[in-house]
Nanobody
Framework: QVQLVESGGGLVQAGGSLRLSCAAS????????MGWFRQAPGKEREFVAA???????RYADSMKGRFTISRDNAKNTVYLQMNSLKPDDTAVYYC???????????????????WGQGTQVTVSS
């Protein structure tokens, strides 16, 4: 049984930082493309960042330079370091796993096979 468990969300002031973690189990973690998506109230789920085999990464334009995705295959964990947070970053953040290598299809949400339950991030102004 595959599980993706996010942690690290919370309330932070604008300009602050948070680090999200996603611990995976039940899958061969090192073989999966891992990513983060988010969904704000009243909005559709959107792509945030992804990391694939060999260290390739992809970011949504609005997150470039502020967010960093990384992974630790020894710990079966993917991270999302979020800096310079803005109130518009307020959302539920979801961890995602894809068995396909393509960052493009991952970013489009087309190849996600597993989802986490989400963790709330709230940025106050």
């Amino acid at each position: 049984q595959v599980q993706l468990v996010e942690s690290g969300g919370g309330l932070v002031q604008a300009g602050g930082s948070l680090r999200l973690s996603c611990a995976a189990s039940g899958l061969t973690f090192s073989s999966y493309t891992m990513g983060w998506f988010r969904q704000a109230p009243g909005k559709e789920r959107e792509f945030v960042a992804a990391d694939t085999l060999g260290g390739g990464t992809r970011y949504a334009d609005s997150m470039k330079g502020r967010f960093t995705i990384s992974r630790d295959n020894a710990k079966n964990t993917v991270y999302l370091q979020m800096n310079s947070l803005k109130p518009d970053d307020t959302a539920v953040y979801y961890c995602a796993a894809s068995s396909r290598l393509s960052l493009v299809t991952m970013s489009a949400g087309q190849s996600v096979r597993y989802w986490g339950q989400g963790t709330q991030v709230t940025v106050s102004s």
